[in-house]
């Protein structure tokens, strides 16, 4: 059949793409706020580094193993469309008259943000360079060929095996994105370590606005990522629009409720962190749950993931920005509450127990891909670059040691080495390994707003407060 091309679908999956390709610099901003100060520049790098990565890596054959011709149900002709070669009549939606490169990158956009999320679990103590190579051969190995298991026909996909239960449904990415994202973090944080004084020294998220310009900004990005699933501006881009708010909204009242009744307070960072939970559970859900299936999914979402966050700390694995507690939870809320609240085929619709029984497979069937493959990838990349920073490294700052920078300079000093002739350029002060402690890289007030220890402010009675956390982050 010829293509026809529909210039309004066309334009509305522009739009969706850009939305989504602004959520990695919104990403950001919400984990470069939680870090410590002294690595805010290295975190915020690590998100930029997976969209440079990314979309090289998915023009070049990304692609092509999410989406070619079928192989054994794992992944696709890596070199069907080589280079995103390819015919418009071949566009994943072709149907909706949207070209075929206008589709493919929409689906680069969901590849770089996917990588991008694993960074929050290893923050403040990886090597730049094993992060870069990570993310290239993750795309590669484990996130192209989970998009194809889910959306190119593979085991996962309603022409899998798993169909002769109930058609799977995973709208936009639950177990594409976030179980996936969320188990890998899982597995590097504990192939990685912990951090240095995890637990002992003070770890508080060093700029709570950043925190929340983040979150504003993944909200209004994540309208491109569901609503811009639909493929087209239709209804159902309408109902996930609706869905993505109210689910969202639910969500953040649900944590903040939490907090409330269990620390006595509602604070900022549980707000935000309870915003990304709702985006998180309500996107494999968005096109199959009514709105008022929206709010309870978001609400419940909203809870479990407060709760959920202060796993690591009982199970001791250093997951630093809770990767695990807000994405591996949270997609596997929203994956699995679709078997009660999908309206053509949920429990609470009389659709029996089939699509229930369908999510738990493939969430688990998800966990277990991921896992694997990203344990192989983690320990090969351990035995060829090395995972950790220095010791010295990692207390000095990563922004430093190695980018010769600093997140703040307030005094009006150098915020980067290099300008050539700078003291900062001089063996002086370069704050790498050998050379002045972290402090005499900055003037004496920064140095005094950070110092190397991060110590805590006077103010701060973190030792009083209960040990299980509110938020994301340190324990409160």
Request: charged share 10%.
């Amino acid at each position: 059949m010829a293509f026809t091309l529909d210039t309004g679908a066309t334009a509305w999956l522009l739009v969706s793409a850009s939305l989504v390709l602004l959520m990695t610099p919104a990403l950001a901003f919400f984990y470069g706020g939680m870090v410590r100060a002294r690595t805010v520049l290295n975190m915020m790098l690590m998100s930029f580094a997976a969209l440079g990565v990314g979309a090289i890596v998915w023009t070049l054959v990304g692609y092509s193993i999410a989406f070619g011709d079928d192989i054994a149900g794992l992944f696709g002709n890596p070199f069907q469309f080589l280079g995103l070669h390819g015919e418009d009549g071949q566009s994943l939606l072709a149907e909706s008259g949207v070209p075929f490169l206008v589709a493919a990158g929409f689906q680069m956009t969901f590849a770089i943000i996917t990588v991008a999320l694993i960074s929050g679990a290893i923050a403040d103590r990886v090597r730049f360079g094993t992060w870069i190579a990570f993310s290239a051969i993750w795309i590669v190995l484990c996130y192209a060929p989970m998009a194809h298991m889910v959306w190119g026909g593979g085991l996962l996909s309603a022409d899998g095996p798993f169909a002769a239960i109930a058609e799977p449904i995973d709208f936009a990415g639950g177990t594409v994105v976030h179980i996936n994202a969320g188990t890998a973090g899982l597995v590097l944080a504990l192939i990685v370590g912990k951090r240095l004084g995890w637990r002992k020294d003070p770890m508080k998220p060093h700029s709570l606005p950043l925190v929340m310009l983040g979150a504003a900004l993944l909200w209004f990005g994540w309208f491109g990522f569901n609503a811009g699933s639909a493929g087209t501006a239709d209804s159902t881009a309408g109902l996930a629009w609706v869905n993505t708010t109210v689910a969202t909204a639910a969500a953040m009242l649900g944590w903040m409720i939490t907090e409330k009744i269990r620390d006595k307070n509602v604070t900022s960072l549980g707000a935000a962190s309870g915003v990304v939970a709702g985006l998180v559970a309500i996107t494999p859900a968005a096109g199959s749950v009514s709105p008022i299936g929206s709010i309870v999914l978001g609400a419940i979402a909203g809870i479990v993931c407060a709760l959920a966050v202060g796993l690591k700390y009982r199970l001791g694995f250093d997951d630093s920005l809770d990767v695990v507690g807000v994405h591996l939870v949270g997609g596997l809320v929203g994956t699995v509450l679709i078997g009660f609240l999908a309206t053509d085929s949920g429990l609470l619709y009389g659709g029996g127990v089939r699509q229930l029984l369908v999510q738990i497979v493939i969430a688990v069937a998800a966990v277990i891909f991921s896992a694997v493959v990203t344990t192989i990838i983690a320990l090969l990349l351990k035995a060829l670059m090395g995972w950790r920073v220095s010791e010295e490294d990692e207390l000095t700052g990563i922004d430093v040691t190695h980018h010769a920078e600093t997140g703040w300079d307030l005094m009006g000093g150098f915020g980067s080495r290099r300008a050539a002739g700078s003291p900062q350029s001089t063996g002086a002060s370069t704050g790498s390994a050998g050379s002045a402690p972290y402090g005499e890289t900055m003037s004496a007030h920064a140095a005094a707003q950070d110092p190397p220890t991060d110590s805590s402010s006077p103010e701060d009675d973190r030792e009083s407060r209960p040990a299980q956390p509110a938020t994301t982050g340190e324990p409160r």
